[in-house]
């Protein structure tokens, strides 16, 4: 599994972050998506495919 965000489209609402803290951060500047790691262990993949249902701006995806 590959992330990919896309911080043009972000809004920086951190719903992410809340989910599945060790694979997103948000930026300080401006809030948006920073990704920790690429590509998720196995055992945060749960986690990560849940903050990207969540994410209200559509900015995450996965390969
Ligand atoms: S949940 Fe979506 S909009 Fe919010 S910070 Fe994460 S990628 Fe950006």
């Known amino acids: 599994m590959r992330i990919k965000a896309d911080t043009e489209r972000c809004i920086g609402a ?12 948000q930026s300080e500047e401006d809030g948006t998506v920073l990704l920790l790691v690429d590509e998720p262990a196995a055992e945060d993949e749960a986690a990560v ?15």
């Open 14 to 25: 951190g719903m992410c972050a809340l989910t599945a803290p060790k694979v997103f951060d």
């Open 49 to 63: 495919r849940r903050a990207v249902q969540v994410c209200p701006s559509g900015a995450l995806s996965l390969d």
